[in-house]
């Protein structure tokens, strides 16, 4: 069965064929992902099969990708590698998904049908961070080249704060 990423289809058929997909998608055209992100450039690539599991409609999906985010220390682009291995139970409404055994991701179908894009882009979209930082260590966590930020000056003066009980120790004990 060939089916385009983009194209929804009803998920008995996609289950009742185990539907397998190799995809390759620009993340440009994932909706919610490419909102979050400093530039839409890159892709998401892996692949889905779909089935039914103890009476479950799942997804087992394998994607990768590394969107660009920006850094909330230097607030320099930065790629954020991500590799989800996921199995998504597809669910039609949310009593449906209290069955829905361990272990398993829940997806909610709109209008019993799905496309491979609404998946990947639901979970790239969680496995994006929060606050995305260069990690410990790199050059930018412990660079000095900051642009004048308020975050910046804000964490030295919170410094000067922390050591000045010493400071002021040293000088007592100088005095006696
Ligand atoms: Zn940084």
């Known amino acids: 069965m060939s089916l385009g990423w983009s194209r929804r289809a009803p998920v008995d058929s996609l289950v009742g064929t185990e539907a397998a997909i190799e995809f390759t998608i620009p993340l440009a055209e994932l909706p919610r ?6 530039a839409a450039d890159g892709e998401a690539r892996g692949k889905v099969r779909f089935s039914r599991q103890l009476g479950q409609a799942v997804a ?6 590394a969107p660009e985010v920006v850094c909330q ?14 199995r998504i139970a597809l669910v039609s409404d949310y009593n449906a998904a209290d069955r829905v055994p361990e272990g ?14 609404d998946l990947v882009d ?11 930082r260069h990690a410990e260590g790199s050059e930018c966590a412990g660079s000095k080249m900051q642009l004048p930020g308020q975050e910046a000056e804000a964490e030295e003066a919170a410094d000067s704060q922390v050591q000045k009980p010493f400071a002021q120790l040293g000088e007592l004990l100088k005095r006696k």
């Open 33 to 38: 992902v490419s909102h979050e992100l400093s």
């Open 60 to 65: 087992e999906l394998d994607v990768s990708a």
């Open 73 to 86: 220390r230097c607030m320099q682009p930065m790629r954020w590698p991500i590799t989800v291995k996921s």
């Open 104 to 117: 398993l991701e829940v997806f909610l179908v709109e209008a019993d049908s799905i496309s491979v894009r």
């Open 122 to 132: 639901e979970e790239i979209l969680l496995a994006l961070p929060h606050v995305a």
